[in-house]
């Protein structure tokens, strides 16, 4: 099981920055990519950006140049860095792990989400 928080929220004017961190625990070495989802009301949750285990990352087109997303293996943390904000990214921010057990089932685990509102 893997237990994942986050944290970082918060209302910013347009333009403005924030970093959101999402706090890892319990069988974190069953890891095998973690990423930053968004949902905004209305909307399908879409992924912004992930990063692999082996350190690959990808980035949604419409945060590219923006964000910056990286992890702290020895705190169990993943970080996202939002430079620039825009009204557009105003959602849920949410953390999602992949792990893989020895039969290579997969699961997903979801953090609770945290609001981040982008005001004009």
């Known amino acids: 099981q893997v237990q994942l928080v986050e944290s970082g929220g918060g209302l910013v004017q347009a333009g403005g920055s924030l970093r959101l961190s999402c706090a890892a625990s319990g069988s974190t070495f069953s890891i095998n990519a973690i990423a930053w989802y968004r949902q905004a009301p209305g909307k399908q949750r879409e992924l912004v950006a992930g990063?692999?285990?082996?350190?690959?990352?990808n980035y949604a087109d419409s945060v590219k140049g923006r964000f910056t997303i990286s992890r702290d293996n020895a705190r169990n943390t993943l970080y996202l860095q939002m430079n620039n904000l825009k009204p557009e990214d105003t959602a849920v921010y949410y953390c999602?792990?992949?792990?893989?057990?020895?039969?290579?089932?997969?699961?997903?685990?979801w953090g609770q989400g945290t609001q981040v509102t982008v005001s004009s």
């Open positions: 990063i692999s285990s082996g350190g690959s990352t």
């Open positions: 999602k792990a992949e792990t893989a057990d020895r039969w290579s089932t997969i699961n997903h685990y």
